[in-house]
């Protein structure tokens, strides 16, 4: 059974930080491209980053790239998003996905409909 969860959400003030992790088990985690979005309150989900399996290309969405970094830790299968800089913009909830693709990075950033896999999402509140 393939299942992606997502930890590392809260609420932290504005110019601060948070680390996110999203675990997988069920995967060949060489071979899928994860992904992480936000969807905040009557707003559509938003990508945000991708880290693709073979090569580890990471990508990003403009709004974010000089802030936020997406890396992986094959041996524990978990990829992380640091969160920089926060704004209270950011306040979302926030998923990761795994994908059957290698994310092109020449490419644009893949959309939520070409992944297979979604976390439950954990939520991360911005105060200002």
């Known amino acids: 059974e393939v299942q992606l969860v997502e930890f590392g959400g809260g609420l932290v003030q504005a110019g601060g930080s948070l680390r996110l992790s999203c675990g997988v088990s069920?995967?060949?985690?060489?071979?899928?491209?994860i992904g992480w979005f936000r969807q905040a309150p009557g707003k559509k989900r938003e990508g945000l980053s991708c880290?693709?399996?073979?090569?580890?290309?990471?990508m990003y969405e403009e709004s974010v790239k000089d802030r936020f970094t997406i890396t992986r830790d094959n041996t524990k299968k978990t990829v992380y998003l640091q969160m920089n800089g926060l704004k209270p913009e950011d306040t979302a909830i926030y998923y990761c996905?795994?994908?059957?693709?290698?994310?092109?990075?020449?490419?644009?950033?893949?959309?939520?409909?070409?992944?297979?896999?979604w976390g439950p999402g954990t939520d991360v509140t911005v105060s200002s």
């Open positions: 996905a795994a994908g059957r693709f290698e994310a092109v990075p020449t490419g644009p950033l893949p959309y939520d409909y070409e992944y297979d896999y």
């Open positions: 069920g995967l060949s985690f060489e071979d899928v491209t």
């Open positions: 880290i693709s399996g073979a090569d580890g290309d990471t």
